[in-house]
Structures are given as structure tokens and as C-alpha cells.
């Protein structure tokens, strides 16, 4: 059983920064494909990024919505994953849950992922 803990939600003006963090428990964190989906209100929940570890070393992928705004990185040590967001806008705006499948690489879809956290508020203000 993974149990994730997002954090570091919050209001910020649009063009500004926020940086979301998801604690993971579980001793195999560092072998876990590791993802970020979002949901906006009435819109159905959506991909954002997610990160992988392979053999050639690591992996990520963005919703190209958000690519080159928005980074995933991982602390395999501190069992966290974070998702540093720049430049963010008012459809930016969303609930951002951190999500965990323990097999498998990285994928865009919800049902594919086993472990998902209770989600936190992030609302940019134009």
C-alpha cells in the first residue's frame, strides 16, 4: 500500500510560480512511475506530467499544455516528487493530485494508476 500527501497548493497571480510536493510512503518509491494529473471544475480530471525510472536513467513527460512551463522532478531519497509550475495562468487553475503506479512506464491515463493522493487547491487570479 503507497500512501501520497500532496502539498504547497495555494493563490498566486498569473505569471507567477508555485511548487507542489507529494510525499510518498513505501520502501519502492524510487522504482514507481510517479504522475501529476489536475482538475478544473467541471472538466473531467486531466494529465499534466509524470516521471519514470529506466534503464537508461530517468524519464519524464508533459500535457503539452503545460510543457516548458511546468517541470517534474523526484527526490528518490525523501520519497517525494515535486512539480514546480512557472509562468502559470488562470486556466492553470485546478485541483493537482500526485498519483503512483508501481509497474509499467509513464502513462497519461487516470485508470492506469494505482495510488492517488487527496489532492491539493492551486488557483491562479488574473
Known amino acids: 500500500q503507497v500512501q501520497l500527501v500532496e502539498s504547497g497548493g495555494g493563490l498566486v497571480q498569473a505569471g507567477g510560480s508555485l511548487r507542489l510536493s507529494c510525499a510518498a510512503s513505501g520502501r519502492t518509491f524510487s522504482s514507481y512511475t510517479m504522475g501529476w494529473f489536475r482538475q478544473a471544475p467541471g472538466k473531467e480530471r486531466e494529465f499534466v506530467a509524470a516521471?519514470?525510472?529506466?534503464?537508461?536513467?530517468?524519464?519524464?513527460y508533459y500535457a503539452d499544455s503545460v510543457k516548458g512551463r511546468f517541470t517534474i522532478s523526484r527526490d528518490n531519497a525523501k520519497n517525494t516528487v515535486y512539480l514546480e509550475m512557472n509562468s502559470l495562468k488562470p486556466e492553470d487553475t485546478a485541483v493537482y493530485y500526485c498519483?503512483?503506479?508501481?509497474?509499467?512506464?509513464?502513462?497519461?491515463?487516470?485508470?492506469?494508476?494505482?495510488?492517488w493522493g487527496q489532492g491539493t487547491q492551486v488557483t491562479v487570479s488574473s
Open positions: 516521471s519514470a525510472i529506466s534503464w537508461s536513467g530517468g524519464t519524464t
Open positions: 498519483a503512483a503506479k508501481p509497474t509499467g512506464g509513464i502513462t497519461t491515463r487516470r485508470r492506469d494508476y494505482d495510488y
